[in-house]
């Protein structure tokens, strides 16, 4: 396979580029918006970068006809003969090919959905690449590039925008909410050298408070424990200075209306365009569980997704799964229960990869 990166003022001229020098059958892996450099590194304009690849093969080497000895020496029978041995040899690549053809995208198909991809997800992803290859046969290679780039592009990861000043986090039980949030809360506090509050409202579990208090002790870190809407607005106003403000939420059942309206009158509180809700879903939930969850909590208005225990799985389908039934995109994901090293900022190549199963 021969892969080249083209640069172009605009699409339709870097698509002549690739035709030119990789021929009809180059597939175009990826293309993005450039800045394009003149004389000394000064930028002069916007541009287009495109990566695109060939299928290089060798076509097998069948020397029978070399060896079939031409019995006429008419000119005709001679190019009967190499007309006749090329057909075969055509015929038997594109035998070959179609066979591998649908195989990779058969294997790929089983692998994708052994990593707990939804299997109509996996098909319509496979489906959608095999329509922009124009159904010529790629290879697994090929094919591995295709579906990486097609998942990262799908696989929205964001960043939280800087004028979010309240964070809440919402989810099902024993996800990792608490968890996560004293990351942040140490993250915001200790790096990014920010003023930060904390407030729960999960009063119902026996220890949550304690829990939380534990974890702000340590820090210095101040919460507040809110009973009512009533207290929920005198506590935004107290934490008024605060750069930012994390709202602990108890872990809901996404089947419970009534106790996910009781949650919803809390976040209705914060002031709107400065927050933002963190749905929190660890990476060991049953794929079958997940549009339930998604569906569930969209009553409290989440915007973007936490995937936490990344430890404690090896198949990472779930994630990409929930992008798709969400639309959401995947702000961190955590790696263990230590606070506050295990979390990161999410990362759409590393994360397509760990969709795929690919190290
Ligand atoms: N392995 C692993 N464990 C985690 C991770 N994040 C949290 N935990 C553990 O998960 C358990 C539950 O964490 P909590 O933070 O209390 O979960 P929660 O969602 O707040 O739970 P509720 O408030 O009861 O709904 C704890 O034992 C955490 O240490 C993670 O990324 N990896
Ligand atoms: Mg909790």
């Known amino acids: 396979m021969k892969i080249k990166k083209y640069r172009a ?18 597939v175009i892996i990826e293309s993005k918006k450039v800045r394009q450099k003149g004389i000394k590194g000064f930028f002069v304009g916007k541009g287009i970068e495109i990566t ?36 075969n040899r055509l015929l038997k690549q594109q035998e070959k090919s179609q066979v591998e053809g649908s195989s990779s995208y058969n294997s790929w198909l089983k692998r994708l959905v052994d990593n707990d991809l939804d299997s109509e997800i996996a098909r319509d992803l496979l489906a959608g690449i095999q329509e922009s290859a124009q159904d010529k046969d790629v290879s697994l290679e090929m094919l591995e590039i295709l579906i990486t780039n097609k998942i990262k592009d799908m696989l929205v990861t964001s960043e939280v925008p800087g004028k979010i000043k309240y964070i ?14 004293a990351k942040l809360a140490a993250y915001h506090t200790f790096e990014e050298q920010k003023k930060v509050g904390i407030i729960t409202v999960d009063t119902y579990r026996i220890g949550a408070v304690e829990q939380l208090k534990a974890y702000a002790g340590i820090t210095g870190i101040p919460v507040e424990v809110v009973f009512t809407s009533e207290e929920m607005k005198e506590t935004i106003e107290k934490f008024k200075d605060k750069d930012i403000v994390l709202v602990d939420t108890a872990g809901r059942s996404s089947k419970s209306v009534v106790q996910l309206s009781e949650t919803a ?27 339930r969850i998604a569906q569930g909590y969209k009553r409290l208005g989440y915007n973007y997704l936490v995937f936490t225990k990344m430890d ?24 263990g229960q230590n606070v506050p090293e295990d979390i990161e900022a999410s990362d759409d190549g590393k994360l397509a990869n760990m969709v795929m199963g690919v190290d």
Do not use: W
Request: net charge negative.
């Open 312 to 335: 404690e799985t090896e198949t990472y389908g779930v994630l990409f799964n929930m992008c798709c039934y969400t639309g959401m995109p995947i702000v961190y994901i955590t790696t």
């Open 265 to 291: 009158s809390f976040l209705n509180c914060l002031p709107k365009g400065a927050g933002a809700v963190f749905l929190v879903v660890s990476a060991t939930t049953k794929p079958r569980d997940l549009k």
């Open 52 to 87: 695109a690849a060939i299928d290089t093969f060798v076509l097998p080497h069948d020397n029978t006809l070399e060896r079939e000895t031409i019995s006429s020496n008419s000119r005709m029978e001679q190019e009967m003969y190499y007309l006749k041995g090329m057909m």
């Open 168 to 181: 809440s986090f919402v989810g099902p039980t024993g996800v990792g909410k608490t968890t996560t949030l």
């Open 9 to 26: 003022l605009t699409m339709q001229e870097g698509l002549a580029q690739v035709k030119r020098e990789l021929g009809p059958d180059a």
